[in-house]
């Protein structure tokens, strides 16, 4: 069901939940369709698609198995690489199909993706070939939610991989909430001939857009501004790739709007990057669409869900390198609580309202002897909270 208002922040909900209801249906709709996964698809907030079908089982059942039937759609087996080349094989066949893993371990099957970006690339110049459906991979249990798990499951090199393909066949999709994750979902569903990858956490988030904000974003070049989050005649744009940094850098701002109440900020969300650009493969954001949204001069603050400099590469197609700054994931964090994920990557809320600190500063919108004390305030927040989770083991309620 399409969400046709929504007031930014007041709700919250799970995108795996609404990713799991888009796959239910497509396994209700679709008597060929598929799901392949590891021993997680219940761990990854997925299991509505058991509504619709069951595990493949063909072994004897006991009293104390749930969701396993001979004819069973959803395919589990504890091997990445087994389950690519079956989800290879299925697409190939010109059935459709998903393949769901813990974002850490993703990287298993980054040398098969290689090899079947490959084909793909070949098989557009044989006449004969018809076709395929979208090879679909979604990642979840990200790296920035550490509660369970610790450095061991903190890998996003992945994306990175499929991002560096000059082969231009391959989409990553960054759903910045749960309607958001629906639209990409749908999105990536009906595509052909290329290798989807979308980015999503499983836990109940803040729901920032509507139903025609994300399809918006995705036929607008994979970018759009926030206006709810945006000032006429911004002096420093922001922008993220990834539901988790987003929410820091937004609430970033508000800290910085509330100090300085004078400074203009714009907030771009980024919904798609494909190889040397935003947005998908076969609509990439434009120059002059990206000049309409971040402008020429002012400085760029980004945030990205993966390694840092990954995004500031596609960044720097579009804009002197001089203009960013980019925060993101420094292999960093074991297993704590998700602020203080963020906070020891350098990509929290109080960084981020530091780096429009510092920006302000260098535009004489706010003294220099103005900034350090900000700054100063922003390291006594990191304080406090590395004191409050060390004695409650939870982030402070107002971090939450």
């Not at 959803?74 to 087994?82: A, I, M, Y």
């Not at 402008?295 to 960044?315: C, E, Q, W």
């Not at 074991?334 to 920006?359: C, G, W």
Request: glycine fraction near 6%; charge should be negative; proline fraction near 4%.
């Amino acid at each position: 069901m399409r969400i046709e208002h929504i007031e930014p922040a007041e709700q919250t909900a799970s995108s795996a939940h609404k990713i799991g209801e888009i796959l239910r249906d497509e396994l209700a709709s679709d008597p060929d369709f598929r799901v392949f996964s590891p021993d997680e698809t219940t761990s990854n907030k997925l299991d509505a698609v058991f509504v619709a079908t069951d595990r493949a089982w063909l072994r004897p059942l006991k009293n104390w198995d749930k969701y396993m039937n001979p004819s069973g759609r959803v395919v589990e087996l504890l091997s990445e690489n087994t389950l690519f080349s079956l989800l290879q094989g299925y697409t190939l066949t010109g059935r459709r199909g998903v393949l769901a893993s813990y974002e850490a371990f993703l990287p298993i099957i980054s040398s098969q993706v290689d090899q079947y970006l490959k084909f793909l690339g070949q098989s557009a110049n044989v006449a004969w070939r018809k076709s395929v459906p979208a090879l679909n991979i979604l990642s979840t249990s990200v790296g920035w939610r550490q509660d369970h798990n610790g450095f061991s499951h903190q890998n996003p090199s992945f994306i990175t991989n499929l991002l560096m393909k000059p082969s231009n066949l391959a989409n990553c999709l960054f759903p910045i909430d749960a309607e958001a994750s629906r639209v990409a979902m749908e999105f990536a569903l009906h595509t052909e001939n290329v290798v989807n990858l979308t980015t999503f956490s499983k836990t109940d988030e803040p729901q920032w857009i509507d139903s025609n904000h994300a399809d918006f974003q995705l036929t607008n070049g994979g970018a759009s501004i926030f206006q709810f989050a945006s000032d006429h005649d911004p002096q420093i744009i922001l922008t993220a790739a990834g539901d988790l940094v987003s929410k820091e850098m937004l609430f970033g701002m508000n800290i910085a709007r509330e100090k300085v109440p004078e400074i203009r900020l714009r907030f771009v969300g980024l919904a798609a990057l494909s190889f040397g650009a935003i947005g998908t493969a076969h609509h990439k954001l434009s120059q002059p669409k990206f000049d309409e949204m971040f402008l020429k001069n002012p400085p760029i603050i980004a945030s990205f869900h993966g390694y840092p400099d990954t995004l500031k590469t596609i960044l720097a197609n579009y804009t002197d390198s001089v203009r960013l700054s980019t925060h993101g994931f420094l292999e960093k964090g074991s297993t704590t609580t998700p602020l203080d994920m963020m906070v020891q990557n350098e990509a929290s809320r109080y960084h981020i309202a530091m780096n429009i600190f510092e920006k302000g500063a260098e535009l004489g919108i706010i003294g220099v002897a103005q900034k350090q004390q900000l700054v100063l305030d922003m390291q006594a927040e990191i304080a406090d909270h590395w004191k409050y989770i060390k004695e409650n083991g939870i982030d402070r309620e107002r971090d939450r």
